[in-house]
Nanobody
Framework: DVQLQASGGGLVQTGGSLRLSCAVS????????IGWFRQAPGKEREGVAC????????YYADSVKGWFTLSRDNAKNTMFLKMNSLKPEDTAVYYC???????????????????????WGQGTQVTVSS
């Protein structure tokens, strides 16, 4: 079974930081592209970041570029999303996902991951207070 377990969410003040983790099992993480997505109440799920399976290409939504960093530790079969300078508009449930490649759409001059990845974690809540 392919399983992804996200953790690390919580309540943080504006300007604070969090690091989300996603532990995966049932497959070898370094064979896959990894992505993070988020969904705020009443909104559609949106792509946050994606990194290709060979780690050569990384894509970030404009709203998080420069503040969020996606990484992986293949030895631990775990991927991470480090979030700095958090704002109330970053409040959402965050999801990790994997696929063979980063599935992207071109919007507003940037490539952003699309929410049609193959396998998903259960989500972890991030709440940023003002």
């Amino acid at each position: 079974d392919v399983q992804l377990q996200a953790s690390g969410g919580g309540l943080v003040q504006t300007g604070g930081s969090l690091r989300l983790s996603c532990a995966v099992s049932g497959f070898t993480l370094d064979d896959f592209a990894i992505g993070w997505f988020r969904q705020a109440p009443g909104k559609e799920r949106e792509g946050v970041a994606c990194i290709s399976s060979d780690d050569r290409s990384t894509y970030y939504a404009d709203s998080v570029k420069g503040w969020f960093t996606l990484s992986r530790d293949n030895a631990k079969n775990t991927m991470f999303l480090k979030m700095n300078s958090l704002k109330p508009e970053d409040t959402a449930v965050y999801y990790c996902a994997i696929d063979s490649t980063c599935k992207l759409s071109y919007y507003g001059g940037s490539y952003i991951p699309t929410a049609d990845f193959t396998s998903w974690g259960q989500g972890t809540q991030v709440t940023v207070s003002s």
